[in-house]
């Protein structure tokens, strides 16, 4: 799976995680969390190992996720995009306040099943999808340019 870890957090708090088994994933991120400066927002990428870590934090909330390197980044970016917009809309100004790991027994079925489709469903990275749209466009047109 090329998603292997998530959590959501505000500041240094996790709301909620999944993933990691076998690995040191969660303390990796919890370093990480404690050294992005938790007045911007940002869009980030840390090495360790063959993993690639990728933070996005927006209004205060930072959306993590662990993955190979393989993956590059523009579908990691893109998770955490969908996340951050789920769990926003999920848990609104609640998730201003909420304790460590309040949200977690509910919102990491989430991050399971989307850590899955963008790890695995081709639909999930958009430029691909669109590449691939264009493309059956084009032997569309060849096609009826032929017959004609």
Known sequence: M????????????????????GTNA???????????????DSHV????????????????????????????????????????GRFVKTYGRACHTALAYAMNEEFSRVLNQQMDYYSNDPNADRMNRIKGEM???????IDNIDKS
């Open 45 to 84: 990428s840390y090495s360790q190992d063959r993993h690639i870590f990728h933070v996005k934090r927006t209004d205060g909330i930072t959306v993590l996720c662990m993955a190979d390197d393989s993956a590059g980044r523009r579908i990691p970016f893109a998770f955490l995009e969908d996340i951050h």
């Open 2 to 21: 090329a998603i292997q870890y998530a959590l959501v957090a505000r500041g240094s708090v996790v709301l909620a995680e999944f993933g990691g088994a």
């Open 26 to 40: 969660g303390g990796i991120a919890r370093q990480i969390l404690e050294k992005i400066p938790g007045t911007n």
């Open 135 to 141: 493309s059956q466009v084009r032997n569309v047109m």
